[in-house]
């Protein structure tokens, strides 16, 4: 079946530091990729996506790579603010017989310090 | 800005009582999802609703749990009995058919004492 790995949080970074979430996945064929992030309080937000292999979704600083040849969806900012404190989920969507569902990771926790 | 709306926002409830929450989907969204988010089992999805139908709801404990939507503005999940079991946030996400980008409302959170 399909399923997300994400790294265990939570992940306790300086402000302006260099983020990394690791993100790698299982599914058949060739699904599309997603970030969402869930700031306290709220539900989730779409931070970016990529549906094929090579593709780059980037948004507010952030950006991650499809990379088909290691199954990985890695997220990425260059420097990170204290607004960026929030939840991250990795999620990936698969079309199936019953229409599009998405199939979340376990959510890392981003703390960013001063 | 088009948003999904969630109500209520909060909601704490006795073991055994009914409780409603609804959701309004984006304006134009014909797909409806409905997630429990708790902190031991992460998100887990309840069901979804494309044009108003049923399309899965194996994530959903038949026994007390009901989704519907009885036009294509609401959508609702009930629960009857309540267990503290059940105390979570409950998301209602939207999209369409054509694209699997999804949607979140603000969520429910539910507190069954």
């Known amino acids: 079946g399909n399923s997300v790995t994400q790294m265990e949080g939570p992940v306790t970074l300086s402000e302006e530091a260099f983020l990394t979430i690791n993100c790698t996945y299982t599914?058949?064929?060739?699904?599309?990729l997603f970030w969402y992030v869930q700031y306290p309080g709220e539900g989730l937000q779409l931070l970016l996506k990529a549906t094929k292999a090579d593709d780059k979704g980037s948004n507010k600083g952030f950006e991650a790579t499809y990379r088909k040849e290691t199954t990985s969806f890695h997220l990425e900012k260059g420097s990170v603010q204290v607004s960026d404190s929030a939840v991250y989920f990795c999620?990936?969507?698969?079309?199936?017989?019953?229409?599009?569902?998405?199939?979340f990771g376990t959510g890392t926790q981003l703390k960013v310090e001063l | 800005d088009a948003r999904v709306t969630q109500t209520p926002r909060d909601k704490v409830t006795e073991m055994g009582q009914e409780v409603t929450m609804r959701c309004q989907p984006i304006l134009g969204h014909n797909t409806v999802f409905w997630y429990r988010q708790t902190m031991k089992q992460g998100l887990e999805l309840l069901a979804y609703?494309?044009?108003?139908?049923?399309?899965?709801d194996s994530g959903m404990p038949k026994d007390r749990f009901s989704a519907e939507m009885p036009d294509a503005t609401l959508a609702t999940l009930k629960i009857q009995p309540s267990e503290p079991r059940d105390s979570a946030v409950y998301f209602c996400a939207s999209g369409t058919g054509g694209t699997d980008t999804q949607y979140f409302g603000p969520g429910t959170r539910l507190t069954v004492l």
């Open positions: 609703f494309r044009n108003r139908a049923p399309l899965d």
């Open positions: 599914a058949t064929g060739y699904p599309s």
């Open positions: 999620a990936l969507s698969r079309l199936t017989g019953g229409g599009n569902k998405l199939t």
